[in-house]
């Protein structure tokens, strides 16, 4: 059984920044692709980053050279270092393993 439980999320000014973090249980975490989307209001979820087993990574265009995604197999941790946020950044975040377990999302607000 696999969850994963999702942190850091909340209220930043633009430009600032923050820094998300998945824990998960089980253990396939070091074996799996793990990543990260996000749905703001209105909107349907859509991709933000992925990283593969072997830290192979993948990043929306709307977010390339802002967001970090990286992981720490020892500690089955996801992150998700979040710079030069903007307003269209707002949106519930959710961190995923093979696209098939899923946490509850935080929030990540971006607003002056």
């Known amino acids: 059984q696999v969850q994963l439980v999702e942190s850091g999320g909340g209220l930043v000014q633009p430009g600032g920044s923050l820094r998300l973090s998945c824990a998960a249980s089980?253990?396939?975490?070091?074996?799996?692709?793990v990543g990260w989307y996000r749905q703001a209001p209105g909107k349907q979820r859509e991709f933000v980053a992925q990283?593969?087993?072997?830290?192979?990574?993948i990043y929306a265009d709307s977010v390339k050279g802002r967001f970090t995604i990286s992981r720490d197999n020892a500690k089955k941790t996801l992150y998700l270092q979040m710079d030069s946020l903007k307003l269209e950044d707002t949106a519930v975040y959710y961190c995923?393993?093979?696209?098939?377990?899923w946490g509850q999302g935080t929030q990540v607000t971006v607003s002056s």
């Open positions: 995923t393993l093979r696209e098939t377990w």
């Open positions: 089980g253990s396939i975490f070091s074996s799996s692709s």
């Open positions: 990283i593969t087993s072997r830290s192979v990574t």
